[in-house]
């Protein structure tokens, strides 16, 4: 992460009246892939991640423009196509949510942690969904 990317305390976003800095998107999103390394169900698909600093980098940045931060990454997501080849299913949804929502709680407040908690879910249902469009397409062979 460079100088200019540093994620800080001053720079915050506002969601929906409830209040993030920066760098509590960043303490989530660092210790969450810290948890998702150690376990062991999910270390399995995440073992195509190859620069976790930067994987982690790239995610905060991810949730600080979902949040409707600015852009400040030249990054471009993919995240059906990966996941569906990633072998998402509703089971590590499931379990992906699960420690998600543990992390949330351990450094955020709670309103912070339940807004955050719900934006993961909705976003859970919309990958599950077009992983399932995915599948079919992918299965019928156009986009294979
Ligand atoms: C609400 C749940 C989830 C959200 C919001 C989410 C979000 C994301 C995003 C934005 C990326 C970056 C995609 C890109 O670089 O284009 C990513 C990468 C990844 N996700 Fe998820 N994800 C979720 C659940 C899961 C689950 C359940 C799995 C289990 C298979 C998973 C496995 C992965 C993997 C392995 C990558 C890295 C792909 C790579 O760059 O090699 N994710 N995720």
Do not use: C
Not at 95 to 118: C, G, M, N, P, V
């Amino acid at each position: 992460m460079t100088i200019e990317n540093l994620p800080s305390d001053i720079e915050f976003i506002n969601v929906n009246g409830v209040q993030f800095t920066h760098k509590d998107i960043y303490n989530v999103v660092n210790d969450f892939y810290t948890r998702i390394q150690q376990d062991p169900i999910l270390q399995v698909p995440f073992q195509s991640v190859g620069d976790w600093p930067e994987h982690v980098q790239r995610l905060t940045h991810f949730w600080w423009i979902r949040f409707g931060g600015q852009a400040y990454l030249f990054s471009h997501y993919n995240p059906v196509a990966k996941h569906f080849f990633a072998g998402f299913n509703r089971e590590l949804l499931a379990r992906w949510l699960s420690i998600f929502h543990d992390t949330l709680k351990t450094h955020l407040k709670t309103d912070q942690a339940e807004l955050w908690r719900l934006i993961s879910e909705r976003m859970g249902e919309g990958l599950s969904m077009k992983n399932e469009f995915f599948r079919r397409d992918y299965e019928s062979g156009k986009n294979a």
